[in-house]
């Protein structure tokens, strides 16, 4: 294999911090392959690709259609897969049909789930059997009809005891990494410390193993970012700008000039 391996992920606990982004589309992918030791096509694609309203709506079809996109697109880095609503909380047995399906049609690495204590025995389940499994806990999009929005996890520390329960039991049951969404800082530092795998953060502070954000977050093509993301790029003004004087161009006749024309 030359890709990035499971085992190389998961030796990164307590070094050098883990380089994690989401991507959907091959052309992308391929850039932030040169920097990313792991790449998630994270079922946000049903928002940011799609339109939706949340990730509960995102069909198995569509996430193995950009995974594979992202395969085909990419060379070095790790690549995880979402699992989308529905799809594995029934049963070991329902998850690892579709987990299966899901690494046979994009050729990724691992598949990701939502999900810490309650999902245990399925991520056993599915990594005794060949799949391996990225956990993650904290805020988990996929329930946000139940938690009644995307709220920042730990606030109040009497809810902490749940939280490290469901990353320690992530962790027991084989997960080889686990996401950590939305949590206080020193929520996210306590399980770091306590757990043997990599912490993987997103708006959990500098304290997890790595970081992991939405490309088209930091990227700044989404009109609204939440507060846990640093805004890297200006791509939405960049990219007005290039359909606008283009669209100027077509109007005035200035495009195509003798350059874009076969003779
Ligand atoms: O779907 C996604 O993009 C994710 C990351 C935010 C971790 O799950
Ligand atoms: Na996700």
Redesign the pocket.
């Known amino acids: 294999i030359r890709r990035n391996t499971v085992p190389q992920i998961a030796k990164r606990k307590g070094g050098e911090p883990i380089v994690?982004l989401?991507s959907y589309h091959a052309h992308t992918a391929g850039i932030v392959d040169r920097y990313a030791d792991f790449i998630?096509?994270?079922?946000?694609?049903g928002m940011?690709m799609h339109g939706m309203d949340s990730?509960v709506g995102v069909p198995l079809d569509l996430m193995i259609m950009h995974g594979k996109a992202v395969v085909r697109g990419t060379k070095k880095a790790l690549i995880v897969v979402?699992m989308p609503f529905g799809t594995y909380e029934e049963s070991p047995q329902i998850a690892f049909r579709n987990a299966a399906k899901i690494m046979k049609e994009t050729g990724c690495g691992a598949v990701?789930l939502?999900g810490g204590a309650r999902m245990a025995e399925t991520i056993h389940f599915l990594v005794e059997r060949g799949i391996p499994v990225m956990a993650?806990t904290g805020l988990t999009?996929q329930s946000s009809h139940v938690m009644g929005g995307f709220k920042t996890q730990g606030r109040d520390e009497d809810t902490w005891q749940a939280h490290i329960d469901d990353a320690k039991a992530v962790d027991e049951a084989g997960a080889f990494a686990v996401?950590l969404?939305g949590m206080v800082e020193p929520l996210a530092a306590k399980i770091t410390k306590l757990i043997s795998i990599p912490t993987?953060g997103?708006g959990a502070s500098v304290e997890c193993d790595g970081q992991?954000?939405?490309l088209e977050d930091m990227l700044g093509l989404n009109p609204w970012t939440p507060k846990f993301v640093k805004v890297y790029g200006d791509l939405g003004p960049a990219i007005e700008d290039s359909v606008r004087r283009y669209a100027e161009d077509v109007k005035s006749r200035a495009f195509p000039t003798e350059d874009e024309v076969y003779r």
Not at 40 to 45: P, R, T, W
Request: glycine letters at 4%; a negative charge.
């Open positions: 994690s989401t998630l096509v994270g079922d946000s694609l940011v990730t979402d990701k939502e993650h999009p996401v969404e993987i997103i992991i954000l939405v």
